[in-house]
């Protein structure tokens, strides 16, 4: 079955520093993945996405993400944070064989302190 | 591009009364939106897929005369939810299907009275 882990529930850095957010999934074929970003009361914008090809890809706002087959994983990276970075993340795993339904994860919040 | 708006943004409704919630890709058409319920501090759930011109898909435990869903064109859906209660106050977004990709809607945040 298909899923998605977020084992980090909450992650908090200072504001400059480098932010790795993990994600690993579970999906029986190749996965089409992506990261979004939510703000609170907001909705869900695309950061970044992986279809096939480079491993690395690059999104906006600087974000950059590592498709790993070996280790089912998706990370997301960032090497300066900012405090306008503070919101939730979401990694979803897009399965083309049920209709193109996603499967997210739990989210990671993130706080960004000065 | 791939801009996808919800109207309205938030809503206060009285128990028992019907409110409608509308998707719509600006610039794009889209065969495929979905409605998603997010709960507080929590992940989106799956309610619907919706499909043009064909009836919606419903998940388990979503019920279907209660959340009615209509994909009337390429790039609107509307989610209607009958008889509110308390219970469906939620936070209800909405995405659009352009290619392999979704993108969402900025949400909307119903209170049921």
């Known amino acids: 079955a298909q899923s998605v882990t977020q084992p980090d529930i909450h992650i908090t850095v200072s504001e400059g520093a480098s932010l790795e957010l993990r994600c690993n999934y579970s999906?029986?074929?190749?996965?089409?993945l992506f990261w979004y970003v939510q703000s609170p009361g907001q909705g869900l914008q695309l950061l970044l996405k992986?279809?096939?090809?480079?491993?690395l890809v690059q999104g906006i706002k600087g974000f950059e993400a590592e498709f790993k087959r070996s280790q089912s994983s998706f990370n997301l990276r960032k090497p300066s944070v900012h405090w306008s970075d503070a919101a939730e993340y979401f990694c979803?795993?897009?399965?083309?064989?049920?209709?193109?339904?996603?499967?997210f994860g739990t989210g990671t919040s993130l706080t960004v302190i000065p | 591009g791939a801009v996808v708006s919800q109207h309205p943004s938030r809503v206060i409704c009285k128990s028992g009364t019907s409110v409608k919630i509308e998707c719509r890709s600006l610039?794009?058409?889209?065969?495929?939106m979905f409605w998603y319920r997010q709960f507080p501090k929590q992940s989106l759930m799956l309610m619907a897929t919706?499909?043009?011109?064909?009836?919606?898909?419903?998940e388990q435990g979503v019920e279907k005369d209660k959340f009615l869903i209509n994909h009337a064109s390429l790039t609107l859906s509307t989610l209607t939810v009958t008889s509110a209660h308390p219970e469906d106050s939620s936070f209800y977004i909405c995405?659009?299907?352009?290619?392999?990709?979704?993108?969402f809607g900025p949400g909307t945040r119903l209170l049921v009275l």
């Open positions: 995405s659009a299907q352009n290619q392999e990709t979704q993108y």
């Open positions: 999906y029986g074929a190749t996965p089409y």
């Open positions: 992986y279809f096939s090809g480079d491993t």
């Open positions: 979803a795993v897009g399965a083309l064989n049920t209709g193109n339904q996603f499967y």
């Open positions: 610039d794009f058409q889209a065969t495929t």
């Open positions: 919706s499909n043009e011109g064909s009836k919606a898909t419903y």
